[in-house]
């Protein structure tokens, strides 16, 4: 059975500083990694999707790498704004089948 | 282009009622999921359907869960009856599907928030 660990749970930083979210899984025959975001009381926002083929994805100031030989995906935001907080969730695909980490929340002061 | 559209957002009941949840998926979307989330989790898969066929429904608790995608298109999900460990928040999910030939990224509804007294 696929795991999936996203460490810290929490995070906490000033406004401007960057973001790295960890993201772990322990069965690297995967088919895409998902990362979204989660607003409280609100549903999942695809944020990026890599291909297994891929080894990273950037959309504006997102990038995530994806390293399945180590089980390892990181998302890093640049130049973190109070918008950006929120619940962030890595989900790696098993054929269909999404297997989510817990997520890390993420708090960034003004 | 519209998102996933789910209904209620919200649902309180009392225990052993029954309760019903609606969803209606991207325009042109194969496959639809339901997922069930509790506090401070990730989601878990309930149901997955190919069209109206449901093709992973390992995860559905069957002597009170079920599921139904008549036409292909919208689904509903139902429990009866609930019990207290059903609060939770119910979400749906789609993508273009297995034929689609497209990568499978999921798009989730806003979920409906269930609680069970």
């Known amino acids: 059975k696929q795991e999936v660990t996203q460490i810290p749970a929490a995070l906490s930083v000033p406004e401007g500083e960057n973001l790295v979210l960890n993201c772990s899984f322990t069965d690297s025959a995967i088919y895409n990694l998902q990362w979204f975001r989660q607003d409280p009381g609100k549903g999942l926002t695809s944020l990026l999707l890599i291909q297994s083929s891929q080894r990273e994805q950037t959309s504006g100031r997102l990038n995530a790498s994806l390293d399945k030989s180590s089980g390892r995906s990181t998302l890093y935001i640049a130049a973190s704004q109070p918008g950006d907080s929120a619940t962030y969730l890595c989900?790696?695909?098993?054929?269909?089948?999404?297997?989510f980490g817990a997520g890390t929340t993420v708090t960034v002061r003004a | 282009e519209a998102g996933v559209v789910q209904s209620p957002r919200y649902k309180i009941i009392e225990k052993k009622q029954p309760v019903a949840f609606w969803c209606n998926p991207i325009s042109g979307h194969n496959t639809l999921y339901w997922y069930r989330q509790n506090l401070g989790q990730g989601p878990e898969l309930l149901i997955r359907y190919e069209n109206e066929e449901a093709v992973d429904d390992s995860q559905l608790p069957k002597d009170r869960f079920s599921a139904e995608r008549l036409k292909g298109v919208d689904s509903t999900l139902k429990i009866q009856p609930a019990e207290l460990g059903d609060s939770a928040v119910y979400l749906c999910?789609?993508?273009?599907?297995?034929?689609?030939?497209?990568?499978?990224?999921?798009?989730f509804g806003p979920g409906t928030r269930l609680t069970v007294l």
């Open positions: 989900a790696v695909a098993d054929d269909y089948k999404l297997s």
């Open positions: 999910a789609s993508s273009p599907g297995e034929t689609s030939g497209v990568t499978n990224e999921q798009f």
